[in-house]
């Protein structure tokens, strides 16, 4: 699923751009395009090399995670390979036969050039959402400082994820303290 946010020169939005409009705005001075792509299909992959010709090696490693943050500069943009909470994991999760696991943290992809951001993840995250909702709402408030200041709001946005990891987890050993304390059974 694609989400595209392009906040004009003169400070309008628009949305859903087609392909010829997504490379018009990606390189129009004074705008900015925001192109998230949400567990794209093969057609949404595509656009990363045919609006934006995306190196194939930082489009690659979109498409098959890694388990390490990075950064690569390429001549007209940044890559940055970031790790966010997966909103879905539990640590005391019981894998049934046939589902697969929830890991602990999700990749997220960011490519930043001078008049856009493209986001990449495999799987929906509501903190995104949140920033994406906001620049509908507000187009020139959550889009209007440009790139760097979008990818600095996705980034930030990001970490604090890991304090709403950190207070579920912080939860659940304070109610199993709670437990032990009460209930001395060998099962606890």
Not at 129 to 147: F, I, Q, T, V, Y
């Amino acid at each position: 699923m694609i989400t595209c946010l392009y906040r004009t020169p003169d400070g309008a939005l628009k949305q859903n751009l087609d392909e010829d409009e997504m490379r018009v705005a990606a390189r129009a001075p004074g705008g900015l395009l925001w192109l998230d792509l949400n567990k794209p299909t093969v057609e949404e992959i595509s656009l990363l090399d045919e609006v934006f010709a995306f190196h194939i090696l930082a489009i690659e490693d979109c498409r098959h995670a890694n388990e390490f943050p990075k950064l690569d500069e390429f001549p007209n943009y940044l890559f940055l390979v970031f790790l966010v909470p997966n909103p879905k994991y539990k640590p005391d999760q019981v894998i049934e036969e046939g589902v697969e696991k929830e890991e602990p943290v999700i990749e997220m992809d960011m490519f930043i050039g001078q008049h856009f951001v493209v986001t990449y993840h495999s799987a929906p995250l509501p903190f995104v959402n949140g920033l994406l909702e906001r620049g509908k709402r507000d187009p020139r408030r959550g889009l209007a400082h440009g790139s760097s200041f979008l990818a600095h709001d996705i980034l930030d946005a990001g970490v604090d994820q890991f304090f709403v990891m950190v207070d579920k987890f912080q939860k659940e050993a304070e109610l199993a303290e709670t437990n032990l304390f009460q209930d001395h059974s060998q099962e606890l």
